[in-house]
Structure formats: C-alpha cells, structure tokens
C-alpha cells in the first residue's frame, strides 16, 4: 500500500467517505505523495507522453498562432504569454522559438506560468530561464493584460466530480473503505440542479462528470480576454458533453485501477468542451471544437513536417515521420484530442479555428 493510500484511509476512516474530487486532487498534488508533485512524468521513460514532448512542431505552430492572435488583434503592449500545466517547459520553449521573428512578441511578451507543482516548476525554471517567467499556483492571480493563453493537458488533470443517475436525481460517486481497502461506493440520491440539463439526454445507471475547477479557470481567462483582448488555446482529449465513466489512471504507459496505488499513477478524465463554453459564455465567445488534426493542418503542419524532413535521414526521420503520424492520425491524438479557443467580442478566432 502507498503511503498516500494509508493518509486518504485514515481520512475516510475519520470523516466518511471522500468525494472524488478530492481523492483526484490528493493523488495528484499532496504535497509530499501527489504524483505530479513529486516527480516529471513524461517521455518515453516515464508514464506518458504528450504532443509537446512528441515534437517540436506542436509548441512551434501554437505559438504561432498566438503570435498571429496578437498582430490580429492590434500587437497590444505589454501581453501576457500563459500556459496552463507546462509540463517540461517544452510547448512554452518551442512557442518562443519560433515567434523569434515575429516584430515587436517578444519585447512585448512576458512569460506566466500557471503550475502548482514544485518538481515541474524546477523543470521549467531550467528551460525557460531565458524568458524570467512568473509562476501562479491559479489563474487566479494572472495580471489584468491582454492574455495569450495555452493549455495542453491541462484541464483534464483538473479534479472530477461523478455522479449516477438514479431516477429523476443523482447518487454521487465517492471514495469509501470495504475491507480494509479503498473502495468506490455511491452517496444517497439526491436532485442536483446543475445537472437539469442531463435528466433530457442520460437514462438510469448513467454517469456524468462535471468539473467545478475547470469552469473557475475558464472564469479568470474569460474575464481577461473579455476585457483586455487576447485568446486561450485549449487542447485536450474529450468532447462537447461527456457521458459516462472516462476517469483514468496511468503507470507507465499503461492502464491501471485508480484506487490500486494512489500518489503513483496519473488519474485525468475527459474534457466536457460544452462545460467550458459555458462558462465563458456572456464574457468572450468560444470557437468551434476542432479535431487536433484539422487544426495543426489548417497552421501548416505538414509543411512544417516537409521542411523538417529535408534536413533528416535515418532513424531521426523515420521518428519523425511517426511523430507527425501521432500528432495528426486519424487513429492516434488527430481525432481524440480536440480543440477550442475563448477569444474577445469583435475579434477573429484565432488561425486554424472557426467562429
Ligand atoms: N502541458 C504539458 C503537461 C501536461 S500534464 C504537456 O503537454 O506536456 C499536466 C500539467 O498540469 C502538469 O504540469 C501538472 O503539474 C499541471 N497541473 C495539474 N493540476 C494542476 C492544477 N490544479 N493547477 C496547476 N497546474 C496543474
């Protein structure tokens, strides 16, 4: 058993069964036992991998588009460049590179960094040391700056909330103990209003999830965006509207039980898309959800690829070649991630998204 597994046991064993919000949260980010917290999780070493760290192509043609965002709408200055979760550092690192050339970016640009956890905020100081970034445990504290925004894998780390539709009301999903383990049991039946919406499209037995720090995140870059100009760039796997059970745990690279071993798996559930337009609706508008891979085409991935290429040989392109499959095949990350972006009233959505 984990040591995490002994702290949330004593917890339940005192205070009842825990919501699963929290229990994702502890997983995740416990200071001394969190898997994020405590340890760098990506590549092809550690428990997965994400688009940035697959290639380099991926931080180059966000930033880009971010960069074309800010000329479009005027190249305000100061702007605030954001990401959400920046991982390595690696999306942010490559974004900058690219925008080199961009007249006036980076003289007008600073660089915050929204990241809670103190072994990735270390990666980061090292690969981003040229740019002075600022870190923020939320988006709360953002400055009130027109906001070019990023979140890769952000959001669908953020803690989950499941219920079960019972009848005309909702039994929440909780974290209890049976036998002396760790067990997931259901709360008693109650109406829950902000779940109206899905009595028309769920039946009995049904599990939705929602998402109650997604929709506050969304709520602080709304508000800047809606304010001061600017755009938020979210990418990550899910849909307009999830249903059902899409809580999943991680270990090197492959699925595990969520309860089995908690602080050493990464947990994630699907982005509701629809969640997040919500509540950025009457703030600043949201954009179309695009499939990853009509998105990276629309900014020019496949020329990028092409030029790329020109300068490789051997297994540097035959990984390369696979790279570009993994980004846009229809069977890998092309179709199951997805893509939206908030923008202001009165704007353009940024390149490669529709109104
Ligand atoms: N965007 C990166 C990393 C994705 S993993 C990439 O694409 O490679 C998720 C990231 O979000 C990690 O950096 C993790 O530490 C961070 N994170 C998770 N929950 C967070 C929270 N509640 N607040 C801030 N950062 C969080």
């Known amino acids: ?25 502890a997983c995740l980010m416990h200071p001394e036992h969190g898997y994020y917290a405590t340890r760098d999780p990506f590549g092809e070493k550690g428990d997965f991998i994400t688009a940035p760290e697959i290639s380099q192509m991926f ?5 880009l588009c971010l960069a074309q965002t800010w000329l479009d709408q005027g190249a305000p200055n100061p702007v605030a460049l954001v990401e959400l979760g920046p991982g390595r550092g690696t999306l942010m690192a490559d974004a900058l590179r690219a925008t080199r050339g961009v007249p006036g970016f980076h003289d007008a640009l600073k660089v915050h960094l929204v990241e809670t956890s103190p072994a990735l905020r270390a990666r980061q100081a090292d690969t981003l040391s040229a740019h002075a970034p600022t870190w923020h445990d939320s988006a709360d504290t953002l400055p009130a700056l027109p906001t070019l925004s990023i979140a890769n894998e952000f959001f669908d780390a953020l803690p989950i909330r499941q219920f079960q539709r019972q009848g005309d009301g909702w039994c929440e999903r909780v974290v209890g103990l049976a036998e002396g383990t760790l067990s997931l049991g259901l709360s008693p039946k109650r109406h829950e209003p902000a779940l109206a919406h899905r009595l028309e499209d769920t039946s009995q037995g049904d599990i939705v999830e929602t998402c109650p720090a997604a929709a506050s995140v969304i709520d602080a870059l709304a508000r800047r965006i809606g304010a001061h100009g600017g755009a938020a760039l979210v990418i990550d796997y899910g849909d307009w509207r999830s249903l059902g059970d899409t809580m999943q745990a991680v270990q090197g690279h492959d699925r595990a039980d969520i309860l089995a071993a908690p602080g050493m798996a990464d947990l994630s559930a699907h982005v509701d898309f629809e969640a997040l337009a919500d509540a950025a609706r009457g703030t600043c508008k949201t954009t179309r959800l695009a499939p990853q891979a009509l998105f990276l085409s629309r900014l020019g991935i496949t020329q990028r690829a092409e030029a790329l290429a020109a300068q490789m040989s051997g297994h540097t392109l035959d990984a390369h070649h696979a790279a570009f ?23 353009a959505p940024p390149p490669g998204l529709d109104p």
Do not use: C, N, W
């Not at 597994?5 to 917890?11: H, R, T």
């Open 1 to 25: 058993m984990t040591a995490l597994a002994d702290i949330l046991q004593a917890e339940i064993t005192a205070s009842g069964p825990m919501r699963l919000d929290a229990f994702m949260a």
């Open 59 to 63: 931080g180059e043609l966000t930033g």
């Open 325 to 347: 499959h993994r980004l846009t095949g229809r069977d890998e990350m092309g179709t199951l991630f997805k893509v939206m972006a908030l923008y202001p009233e009165g704007a």
